[in-house]
């Protein structure tokens, strides 16, 4: 079963009253569409989009390894304490 997209599968239709799915909206658009909704061309991203995309990502790897970090500190300090009250459970 081709779409009207080169071969390709049609997007399933969505139900009345539902959310479209965002990947659905995304496949459903023509190439020159979609290009400039993600900030693409033909070529690729520009140098200045994809450091900044990178830097996104850096800025959200490195909070959530700091937010881990206190969290597991915050965990062990949480666990020595019990250890130490000689609560049940703990070894």
């Known amino acids: ?11 399933p239709e969505s ?3 539902s959310k479209p799915d965002a990947k659905d909206d995304l496949k459903s658009l ?11 061309s ?5 140098q200045a989009e994809a450091q900044k995309r990178l ?11 700091i937010i881990d970090a206190i969290a597991l500190r915050a965990y062990e300090r ?4 019990g250890r130490r009250e000689g609560r049940p459970g703990q070894t």
């Open 55 to 65: 830097a996104v990502v850096l800025l959200t790897t490195g909070l959530s390894v």
């Open 42 to 46: 033909p070529d690729g991203l520009s």
């Open 15 to 17: 139900k009345p009253g």
């Open 1 to 11: 079963m081709n779409g009207p997209h080169g071969g390709r599968p049609k997007a």
């Open 78 to 81: 949480h666990d020595r304490r």
């Open 30 to 40: 023509p190439m020159p569409e979609l290009q400039a909704t993600l900030g693409s």
